[in-house]
Nanobody, 124 residues
Framework: QVQLVESGGGLVQAGGSLRLSCAAS????????MGWFRQAPGKEREFVAH????????FYTDSVKGRFTISRDNVKNTVYLQMNDLKPEDTAVYYC?????????????????WGQGTQVTVSS
């Protein structure tokens, strides 16, 4: 069982930066693959970024490449999402998620555990 708690969301102007954190409980965090998703009002939840269990590989949706960076600290049981050059279209609730197996990582069904989400609002 893994519990995930996101933090770091807030209101920022376009072009600004935020760093989201996702703290995980459980002794096996280092074995989980982690992802960030987001859900804008009236839209489906979508994949944002993914990181392998050891941080060796990262993946991003095209719209955030070059602006967002996913990372993890397996000592602190935390995964991060550094978001730079934020745009109004990045406004959404951001969720972190954990999966125990490799393979597909862009679909919601691939993940076993979810956090409650943190709101990010980017003003123009």
């Amino acid at each position: 069982q893994v519990q995930l708690v996101e933090s770091g969301g807030g209101l920022v102007q376009a072009g600004g930066s935020l760093r989201l954190s996702c703290a995980a409980s459980g002794r096996t965090f280092s074995s989980y693959y982690m992802g960030w998703f987001r859900q804008a009002p009236g839209k489906e939840r979508e994949f944002v970024a993914h990181i392998t269990w050891n941080g060796g590989s990262t993946f991003y949706t095209d719209s955030v490449k070059g602006r967002f960076t996913i990372s993890r600290d397996n000592v602190k049981n935390t995964v991060y999402l550094q978001m730079n050059d934020l745009k109004p279209e990045d406004t959404a609730v951001y969720y972190c998620a954990a999966k125990s197996r490799s393979g597909y990582f862009t679909t919601l069904a691939a993940y076993d555990y979810w956090g409650q989400g943190t709101q990010v609002t980017v003003s123009s």
